[in-house]
C-alpha cells in the first residue's frame, strides 16, 4: 500500500475525519454521496497506511500522521539487518594486487581483510589501493594486503540489530563510505564479519521508501 500517493478522495476522506472525528463509515459515506460498500477499499488503505484507524461501536478517528511521520516510524523500525548486503572478504596473506582483482570481480569499493582465524582485521579501499599505487614503486603483487589495509582498531562498525539512523549517523561524522557489519566472539575485540552496509544499501532503501515500497508502507 502506497500512502504517498493518494487519491483525492482518500484526502477527502482523511480531511473529513480529521474534522469531525470519530465518525462512522455510513456517515463518511453520506456526506461524499457514495454508498459505505464504495468506500471500503479507500477506508481500509487509510487505516492501514496510519493516516486513519478504528474502534468498534465508535467509528473512524484521524491518528495526526502525515507522510512524513509515517516515514519517520518506517526508518525507527529498520535494522541494519533489514538492508545489509553480503561482504567481499580476502585472507590477510593475500597482496594488493589480489585486493583489486577481487574488488574488480564483485564489483565493490572495499573489501575486509581477515585473519588467520577468520577474524576481521582490517578493510582496503579503492583509495587504499590508488594511495599505494602512488607511493609504492614495486610491484603490487609484491605488496603485502596488510601494508595497505585500515587496520581494525581504525575501523568503525555496526551490528545487525543497530538501528539505521544510528549507522547512518556513523557513516556522516567519520565520512566513509560504508560500515562493516560484525558480531564480537567473546569478551575480546574479535568480530566476525557478516554483512556490510554503504551508501548503495541507503540509497536502495531511500527509493524504496519514496516508491511506498517500505515493509510498513507497502
Known amino acids: 500500500m502506497r500512502t504517498i500517493s493518494l487519491t483525492e478522495r482518500q484526502k477527502k476522506i482523511a480531511e473529513m475525519v480529521r474534522e469531525r472525528g470519530p465518525i462512522t463509515g455510513e456517515s463518511i459515506a453520506q456526506n461524499l454521496n457514495v454508498t459505505r460498500a464504495a468506500l471500503r477499499s479507500d477506508l481500509a488503505i487509510l487505516v492501514m497506511s496510519g493516516v486513519l484507524d478504528a474502534r468498534p461501536k465508535v467509528g473512524y478517528f484521524y491518528t495526526g500522521k502525515n507522510n512524513l511521520s509515517m516515514l519517520t516510524d518506517e526508518l525507527a523500525n529498520l535494522c541494519v539487518r ?37 577474524f576481521l582485521c582490517g578493510v582496503v579501499s579503492r583509495k587504499d589501493l590508488l594511495k599505494a599505487s602512488l607511493n609504492n614503486k614495486e610491484d603490487l603483487s609484491k605488496t603485502p594486503i596488510v601494508m595497505v589495509m585500515t587496520p581494525l582498531s581504525k575501523l568503525i562498525v555496526t551490528t545487525t540489530d543497530e538501528p539505521i539512523a544510528v549507522a547512518i549517523r556513523k557513516i556522516i ?26 551508501k548503495t544499501n541507503l540509497s536502495r532503501l531511500l527509493l524504496d521508501l519514496a516508491e511506498g515500497r517500505g515493509r510498513f508502507l507497502s
Open 173 to 198: 561524522d567519520n565520512e566513509i563510505d560504508g560500515l562493516p557489519v560484525v558480531k564480537q566472539v567473546g569478551k575480546e575485540k574479535k568480530y566476525e564479519i557478516v554483512g556490510r552496509l554503504t
Open 82 to 118: 533489514d538492508i545489509q548486503s553480503v561482504p567481499v572478504v580476502l585472507q590477510n596473506n593475500k597482496n594488493a594486487y589480489d585486493a583489486i582483482v577481487m574488488m574488480f570481480l564483485e564489483d565493490v569499493g572495499s573489501v575486509f581483510i581477515l585473519d588467520e582465524h577468520s
